[in-house]
C-alpha cells in the first residue's frame, strides 16, 4: 500500500510568519492529494487539496504545492495567525480498485502560532 | 460535515465487555471509513466500506467488528479482544470517483474510554 510521511511532527512560529509542512508518499500511482486540520478535541476538516494535474493550489493564506517526479507535496501557510494553531494532517489517494477512496494518512503535524 | 452523526460522543466501558459506536450519514455517500486516533499516532484505518453488503480490513482491524447493511449506516463493534480500546474513534464518509480524487468528511468522533 501507500506510505504517507510527514515533516515535522512539532511546529512553532510567531504570529505573521509563514509555516511549511512537507510529505513525501511512496506510490507514484497515488493523484489525489488533500490536508486537513484538526483542532483539538474536534474533527479533522479539509482545508485544501490537489490532483496530480496540478503543481500548485492557492486558497487566500493557503497554498499546497505538488512534485510528482520527486513524490512529495507540500502545505504553506502565510502570514499566520493564532487561530491557525492546530493539527494538520496530508494524505494521499491511489484512486483505483480496492484501494479506491483510501486515504493513507501522515502522522500530523502540531503547528503552534504564538502571539 | 453535519451529514454524518456519530454517537455516543463519550462512552466508558468495562474491561471484557463489547460496545458498539453508531455512525450514520445521510450524503449519500457509497463509502464510510472507520478512523482511530491516538496521541502522536495520526488517523489510523480500522476498517472501511465502498458498499453496501461488502467491507475491508483496514492497518488496525484485529478486535473490531463491522457491518454495512445499509448504505447510511456503518456501526462499529469494538469486542474484548482489543487490547487498549482507549481512544478516540471518527467515522467518516466519501463518494470515490475513481478519477482525481476523493475527499473525506468526518463525523464528530466517538470518545471511548476502558475503565
Known amino acids: 500500500g501507500e506510505n504517507v510521511e510527514q515533516h515535522p511532527s512539532t511546529l512553532s512560529v510567531q504570529e505573521g510568519d509563514s509555516a511549511v509542512i512537507k510529505c513525501t508518499y511512496s506510490?507514484?500511482?497515488?493523484?489525489?492529494f488533500p490536508w486537513y486540520k484538526q483542532e483539538l478535541g474536534k474533527r479533522p476538516q479539509l482545508i485544501i487539496d490537489?490532483?496530480?494535474?496540478?503543481g500548485e493550489k492557492k486558497d487566500q493564506r493557503i497554498a499546497v504545492t505538488l512534485n510528482k517526479t520527486a513524490k512529495h507535496f507540500s502545505l504553506h501557510i502565510t502570514e499566520t495567525q493564532p487561530e491557525d494553531s492546530a493539527v494538520y494532517f496530508c494524505?494521499?489517494?491511489?484512486?483505483?480498485?480496492?484501494?479506491?477512496?483510501?486515504?493513507?494518512f501522515g502522522r500530523g503535524t502540531q503547528l503552534t502560532v504564538w502571539p | 460535515d453535519g451529514g454524518i452523526t456519530q454517537s455516543p460522543k463519550y462512552l466508558f466501558r468495562k474491561e471484557g465487555q463489547n460496545v458498539t459506536l453508531s455512525c450514520e450519514q445521510n450524503l449519500n455517500h457509497d463509502a464510510m471509513y472507520w478512523y482511530r486516533q491516538d496521541p502522536g499516532q495520526g488517523l489510523r484505518l480500522i476498517y472501511y466500506s465502498q458498499i453496501v453488503n461488502d467491507f475491508q480490513k483496514g492497518d488496525i482491524a484485529e478486535g473490531y467488528s463491522v457491518s454495512r447493511e445499509k448504505k447510511e449506516s456503518f456501526p462499529l463493534t469494538v469486542t474484548s479482544a482489543q487490547k487498549n480500546p482507549t481512544a478516540f474513534y471518527l467515522c467518516a464518509s466519501s463518494n470515490p470517483t475513481g478519477v482525481g480524487g476523493n475527499t473525506i468528511y468526518f463525523g464528530e468522533g466517538s470518545w471511548l474510554t476502558v475503565v
Open positions: 490537489i490532483r496530480s494535474n496540478v
Open positions: 506510490d507514484s500511482a497515488s493523484n489525489y
Open positions: 494524505a494521499a489517494d491511489l484512486g483505483e480498485g480496492s484501494t479506491l477512496g483510501r486515504l493513507y
